[in-house]
Protein backbone atom coordinates (compact mmCIF):
# COMPACT_ATOMS: atom_id res chain seq x y z
CA UNK A 1 0.00 0.00 0.00
CA UNK A 2 1.09 3.39 -1.12
CA UNK A 3 1.48 6.04 1.64
CA UNK A 4 2.46 9.61 1.37
CA UNK A 5 3.29 11.51 4.58
CA UNK A 6 3.57 15.41 4.19
CA UNK A 7 4.75 17.64 6.86
CA UNK A 8 6.03 21.68 7.74
CA UNK A 9 3.18 23.51 7.05
CA UNK A 10 2.54 26.28 9.02
CA UNK A 11 1.68 29.63 9.77
CA UNK A 12 4.21 32.50 9.14
CA UNK A 13 4.44 36.52 9.04
CA UNK A 14 5.23 37.61 5.22
CA UNK A 15 9.13 37.31 4.15
CA UNK A 16 9.65 34.24 6.33
CA UNK A 17 10.20 30.70 5.14
CA UNK A 18 8.95 27.44 5.71
CA UNK A 19 9.91 23.95 4.30
CA UNK A 20 7.30 21.02 3.22
CA UNK A 21 8.28 17.60 3.05
CA UNK A 22 6.80 14.55 1.43
CA UNK A 23 7.98 11.05 1.96
CA UNK A 24 6.51 8.38 -0.09
CA UNK A 25 7.33 4.69 0.89
CA UNK A 26 5.39 1.28 -1.20
CA UNK A 27 6.39 2.31 -4.70
CA UNK A 28 10.03 2.24 -5.95
CA UNK A 29 9.37 3.49 -9.24
CA UNK A 30 9.20 6.93 -8.44
CA UNK A 31 9.63 9.32 -11.93
CA UNK A 32 8.09 12.84 -10.46
CA UNK A 33 7.69 13.98 -7.18
CA UNK A 34 6.05 17.70 -7.17
CA UNK A 35 4.00 20.08 -5.10
CA UNK A 36 0.59 21.87 -5.81
CA UNK A 37 -1.36 24.33 -3.85
CA UNK A 38 -5.32 25.18 -3.45
CA UNK A 39 -6.32 28.30 -2.28
CA UNK A 40 -9.69 29.06 -1.15
CA UNK A 41 -11.80 29.72 -3.64
CA UNK A 42 -9.58 28.80 -6.21
CA UNK A 43 -8.08 25.88 -8.75
CA UNK A 44 -6.03 23.94 -7.46
CA UNK A 45 -2.13 24.95 -9.52
CA UNK A 46 1.15 23.46 -9.81
CA UNK A 47 3.71 24.92 -8.13
CA UNK A 48 7.02 22.84 -8.99
CA UNK A 49 8.30 19.42 -9.45
CA UNK A 50 11.30 17.44 -10.35
CA UNK A 51 12.49 14.86 -12.50
CA UNK A 52 14.38 11.53 -12.87
CA UNK A 53 17.92 13.72 -13.55
CA UNK A 54 17.02 16.22 -11.26
CA UNK A 55 15.55 17.97 -13.77
CA UNK A 56 13.14 20.82 -12.18
CA UNK A 57 10.30 23.74 -12.98
CA UNK A 58 8.65 26.10 -11.18
CA UNK A 59 5.04 27.94 -11.85
CA UNK A 60 6.34 31.77 -12.44
CA UNK A 61 5.10 32.93 -8.66
CA UNK A 62 7.40 31.35 -6.52
CA UNK A 63 10.57 31.77 -9.18
CA UNK A 64 13.68 32.90 -7.18
CA UNK A 65 11.83 32.18 -3.70
CA UNK A 66 10.97 28.50 -3.64
CA UNK A 67 13.21 25.08 -4.36
CA UNK A 68 12.39 22.31 -5.28
CA UNK A 69 14.73 18.94 -4.37
CA UNK A 70 14.57 15.36 -3.86
CA UNK A 71 16.25 13.03 -1.60
CA UNK A 72 16.37 9.33 -3.94
CA UNK A 73 17.22 6.87 -0.64
CA UNK A 74 14.67 8.94 1.50
CA UNK A 75 12.06 8.70 -1.12
CA UNK A 76 11.17 12.13 0.21
CA UNK A 77 10.45 15.29 -1.87
CA UNK A 78 11.09 18.61 -0.04
CA UNK A 79 10.20 22.50 -1.34
CA UNK A 80 12.24 25.31 0.79
CA UNK A 81 9.59 28.42 0.28
CA UNK A 82 11.41 31.70 1.25
CA UNK A 83 10.21 34.95 1.01
CA UNK A 84 6.73 34.14 1.39
CA UNK A 85 4.13 36.14 0.15
CA UNK A 86 0.63 36.25 1.48
CA UNK A 87 -0.10 35.01 -1.33
CA UNK A 88 1.26 31.53 -1.13
CA UNK A 89 -1.44 31.01 1.30
CA UNK A 90 -2.99 27.66 0.31
CA UNK A 91 -3.17 23.80 1.13
CA UNK A 92 -0.37 22.01 -0.25
CA UNK A 93 -0.58 18.94 -2.01
CA UNK A 94 2.52 16.86 -2.79
CA UNK A 95 1.93 14.78 -5.90
CA UNK A 96 4.14 11.88 -6.82
CA UNK A 97 4.46 9.52 -10.07
CA UNK A 98 5.12 6.02 -9.75
CA UNK A 99 3.21 2.90 -10.52
CA UNK A 100 0.10 5.43 -10.17
CA UNK A 101 -0.26 8.40 -9.26
CA UNK A 102 -0.52 9.90 -5.92
CA UNK A 103 -1.66 12.74 -3.49
CA UNK A 104 -0.69 13.93 -0.32
CA UNK A 105 -3.11 14.73 2.16
CA UNK A 106 -2.12 18.46 2.36
CA UNK A 107 -0.70 20.82 4.83
CA UNK A 108 -2.33 24.16 5.16
CA UNK A 109 0.55 26.74 4.71
CA UNK A 110 -0.81 30.75 6.07
CA UNK A 111 1.20 33.59 5.31
CA UNK A 112 0.16 37.22 7.06
CA UNK A 113 0.87 40.32 6.34
Known amino acids: QVQLVESGGGLVQAGESLRLSCTVS???????MGWFRQAPGKDREYVAG???????DYVNSVLGRFTISRNNAKNTVYLQMNSLKPEDTAVYYC????????WGQGTQVTVST
Open 95 to 102: NVHGLSVY
Open 26 to 32: GDTEISF
Open 50 to 56: IRSGNIT
